[in-house]
Every structure is written in structure tokens, then in C-alpha cells.
């Protein structure tokens, strides 16, 4: 494995032409961006509103949120086509499926996350595992009317950020089986992680009564976790778990099992000890720039690659390490930032 360098984890920029000086907009006519949100508003939401204000872009945005059920989808996909906004903007993987659907060229079937809006732009944002989950067969040009921008870093990187705080062989990982990207990410972390001659203990999280998964599981979890000798417990992109993630980690430090975060909002709302992450207001801004190619610049959204957000932070909860006791390498601090809650 070759070492981790501050080159190989922050990539280097977003280009002045995408986030820091936009082109003069070709057309004044306003615009419609119908938004369908996973969750509510976010911190990535923040990054987009803020982009296009800045460009001056004369665009009115229609809000809905699934609230964490897919069981919402369907009124809300009758409402896109009733009103046919210029572009349908999508958040999270269950989303993105529920209405850009899968690439119909991946498709095992005719029920398979069929596309259910085809006739307008759609631009999805957080989709951890674009190709996985089938929403694109690569990264680049889809050559159909979605594009979009994924957060989650590389996973390879993430093997490599975890190896530069100190040596790993043995990680586990707490997750929500029934949330597709985080089933596809451990899916891809058990691989990587058998390539890399890393463990991986995988710990699902069950169903309680009513059919959602269980919070009073987590403790358990946690435990036998920690019983594995693991160096490292992984926070994945799952909302589930982000949810309850400082209970979480709470749980992990308590058997001074350490936590690793692949995403900002792990490191934001819990006491996991670092990450390697894509910030979510820049996820936010850089999906702004394909919006503002689509509406603005009159570009084909066929033709507008999926991209994985070009910059990266590699942050370290200081006060977690002192009270863990568990200190990252010198070389480290190289490139690394070091943080307070």
C-alpha cells in the first residue's frame, strides 16, 4: 500500500471557474428547482442556496421532504409531473432510486428502481455509491437527464486514512442494513478490507416491533464491537446511525474503542476521533455549479459528469484523542487538522 500523502487526501481545490468566479448568466427567465429531500434541510442545502445567490442565479425553489419514508415518494413524484419544474433536484440514495431510478441499461427487471422522471433534468447530491447502487454505470457522462455529485471519499482512501493514524488490521462496523447505501458501502468495505488483509466485523442493526431499526440495540452492538479487538469502529454514510451518533460513539469510547467518520455529519454530531471527509456545505456548492450549467448555461445534463467532490478534510477530535489516549503518528499532522467540539 503506498502512503498517504496530503496530495492524495485533499486532491487539490474546486477550479475557480466552478465555485469562485461563475460565468455571467445567459438568460434572466426564472427558473423552478423541485427539491426532494431525505431528511430536511441540511448543511449541503446551505453550500446550494448559497452558490446560487452568489451567481445571482433568478431560480425559485419547491421544497419537499421524505422524512426518513420512502412510503412518501409517490405523491410527490405525481407532483413533479403535475408541475413540471425545470429540474428536480435529489438528496440520498433512497431518493435518487425513488425517482431518477437505476441506469435502464443495469436493470434486472422491470420493477427494479425504474426511472419515474425522465422528461427534466434531475440532479442528485449525497449519493455515496452512485455506481453500486446502479444509479450510473461510471463516473462522468450518463448520456440520460441525470447527473449529479457524490460526497463520499473513496474507500480505498478512507483504508488509507485509517492506516495513516496507526497501523489496522481489524475494524467493525455498525449499520443500518435496510438503508441501500449503507448496505452497498459495507458491502464494498468487507471487499476492500479483504484486498487490504484488513477484518472487517460486521454488526446489523435489527428491526424493533414496528418494523425500524432498533436504538435500544445499539449498546449491544457497541459492546461486542469492541469484543473483537478491533482498532477502529467505521462510521459509514448512514442515516440511521448518524442519527443516534453520539450515542454511538459515546458507547464505542466507553470500551475505548475509537471511531472513524466517512462523512462530516459523523464527526459534526458525535465524538467519533477523526475522519476523512468531503464538507457538506462544499458538496452543497459544487452540485450548485451543475444546476447552473443545466439552467443558466443551457447545458445537456446528459452530458455533465458525476463527479465525486474534488477536496477532502482530514480532521482529528484532539480532545477525543487525549481522553482515548490514542495519538495520531507526527507525519500525520503534516496535513491534518486538528479540532475541538
Known amino acids: 500500500m503506498h502512503s498517504l500523502s496530503r496530495r492524495s487526501l485533499l486532491r487539490g481545490?474546486?477550479?475557480?471557474?466552478?465555485?469562485?468566479?461563475?460565468?455571467?448568466a445567459l438568460s434572466e427567465e426564472r427558473k423552478t428547482v423541485f427539491m426532494v429531500l431525505w431528511r430536511g434541510e441540511t448543511e449541503v442545502e446551505q453550500g446550494f442556496?448559497?452558490?446560487?445567490?452568489?451567481?445571482?442565479?433568478?431560480?425559485?425553489?419547491?421544497?419537499?421532504?421524505?422524512?426518513?419514508?420512502?412510503?412518501?415518494?409517490?405523491p410527490i413524484i405525481d407532483e413533479i409531473?403535475?408541475?413540471?419544474?425545470?429540474?428536480?433536484?435529489?438528496?440520498?440514495?433512497?431518493?435518487?432510486?425513488?425517482?431518477?431510478?437505476?441506469?435502464p441499461d443495469l436493470m434486472d427487471g422491470p420493477l427494479d428502481f425504474p426511472p419515474r422522471v425522465t422528461d427534466r433534468p434531475i440532479i442528485f447530491t449525497m449519493v455515496s455509491q452512485p455506481i453500486r447502487s446502479r444509479v450510473i454505470k461510471e463516473?462522468?457522462?450518463?448520456?440520460?437527464?441525470?447527473?449529479g455529485v457524490s460526497h463520499l471519499v473513496p474507500l480505498e482512501t478512507q483504508f488509507e486514512a485509517m492506516q495513516a493514524y496507526m497501523p489496522v488490521d481489524r475494524i467493525s462496523v455498525i449499520y443500518t442494513p435496510t438503508e441501500s447505501n449503507s448496505a452497498l458501502a459495507v458491502e464494498r468495505l468487507a471487499e476492500i478490507g479483504r484486498r487490504m488483509n484488513v477484518r472487517v466485523d460486521q454488526f446489523p442493526?435489527?428491526?424493533?416491533?414496528?418494523?425500524?431499526?432498533?436504538?435500544?440495540?445499539?449498546?449491544?452492538l457497541a459492546a461486542e464491537a469492541a469484543a473483537t479487538g478491533s482498532q477502529?469502529?467505521?462510521?459509514?454514510?448512514?442515516?440511521?446511525?448518524?442519527?443516534?451518533?453520539?450515542?454511538?460513539?459515546?458507547?464505542?469510547?466507553?470500551?475505548?474503542?475509537p471511531s472513524f467518520a466517512s462523512v462530516e455529519r459523523m464527526l459534526s454530531a458525535s465524538d467519533a476521533l477523526y475522519g476523512l471527509v468531503a464538507p457538506y456545505r462544499k458538496v452543497g456548492a459544487f452540485t450548485a455549479t451543475k444546476v447552473e450549467r443545466v439552467l443558466v448555461h443551457g447545458e445537456d445534463p446528459s452530458e455533465i459528469p458525476v463527479e465525486v467532490l474534488p477536496e477532502f478534510s482530514y480532521l482529528i477530535r484532539s480532545d477525543v484523542a487525549r481522553d482515548l489516549q490514542i495519538y495520531p503518528s507526527l507525519a500525520l499532522m503534516d496535513y491534518a487538522e486538528t479540532i475541538e467540539p
Request: proline fraction near 7%; glycine fraction near 8%.
Open 205 to 220: 442493526v435489527p428491526n424493533n416491533q414496528e418494523g425500524q431499526p432498533d436504538p435500544d440495540a445499539l449498546a449491544d
Open 13 to 24: 481545490s474546486l477550479a475557480a471557474a466552478a465555485l469562485g468566479s461563475p460565468l455571467p
Open 232 to 257: 477502529f469502529l467505521y462510521l459509514g454514510p448512514d442515516s440511521f446511525i448518524g442519527q443516534y451518533a453520539q450515542h454511538v460513539t459515546d458507547l464505542a469510547n466507553a470500551h475505548r474503542l
Open 49 to 74: 442556496y448559497s452558490y446560487l445567490k452568489q451567481i445571482e442565479a433568478p431560480i425559485d425553489f419547491v421544497i419537499r421532504s421524505l422524512d426518513r419514508d420512502t412510503g412518501r415518494l409517490k
Open 139 to 147: 463516473f462522468g457522462a450518463t448520456g440520460r437527464n441525470v447527473t
Open 81 to 103: 409531473n403535475a408541475m413540471k419544474p425545470d429540474l428536480v433536484y435529489t438528496w440520498g440514495t433512497s431518493v435518487t432510486l425513488g425517482i431518477a431510478g437505476r441506469d
